[in-house]
């Protein structure tokens, strides 16, 4: 049985009114991101296939560390229990994309007890396509994880970024973030 990399496809998804909310949508292979490499919070590089080579894995890009969108959906993420996880053989991991000396305080503010890597130089958020800049749509959909409104949220972000050790947007401010799922496919090798 020979290892064939999965191909992930983008989902397009439904604004609250039901209308389908356009994003282009591409076939994206996992093995032109598999050798990339990341870092855990202690510096320690692994390769992005690590990740998913044993078994299931659902990977969140946040947009950075001071993203108060990526933060308040990352406290609702840390809410899922250890224990359910593991009964579902599923890792969940969230990548930044700023230095790994960022990971332990975005961890100690959200209460995420899960695993976390960073890309600083956003060679999978690159290689996956995913956009920089910023996106508005007429008919937004609202998130039920992000409580704050954009005042606020941008507000406290602001505020972290002034007070932090060291005063940096922890990733680039205008790079987008994105969610996969990937599973390890196994087929057999016909004779």
């Not at 960073?118 to 995913?130: A, C, F, N, P, T």
């Not at 998130?143 to 947007?169: E, I, N, Q």
Request: proline share 5%; with cysteine.
């Amino acid at each position: 049985m020979a290892a064939a990399p999965p191909i992930i496809t983008q989902q397009i998804r439904s604004g609250p009114s039901g209308q389908e909310i356009t994003n282009d949508s591409h076939d994206l292979c996992i093995s032109d991101v598999s050798d990339c490499l990341i870092y855990d919070r202690h510096g320690v590089k692994t390769t992005f296939q690590s990740l998913f080579q044993h078994r299931k894995a659902i990977i969140i890009f946040v947009r950075n560390f001071l993203c108060f969108t990526c933060k308040e959906y990352v406290e609702d993420l840390g809410k899922i229990p250890r224990d359910m996880l593991q009964e579902s053989n599923v890792r969940l991991v969230v990548i930044g994309q700023s230095s790994y000396s960022h990971i332990h305080e975005f961890c100690s503010l959200t209460g995420y007890p899960h695993e976390i890597y960073v890309d600083s130089e956003r060679q999978i958020y690159k290689k996956l396509g995913m956009r920089r800049g910023e996106t508005y749509m007429e008919n937004s959909y609202k998130s039920p994880h992000v409580k704050s409104s954009l005042l606020v949220g941008s507000l406290k972000s602001m505020w972290r970024a002034m007070t932090s050790p060291l005063f940096d947007f922890q990733g680039d401010p205008q790079q987008q973030g994105g969610a996969i799922i990937v599973r390890r496919f196994i087929l057999p090798i016909l004779t």
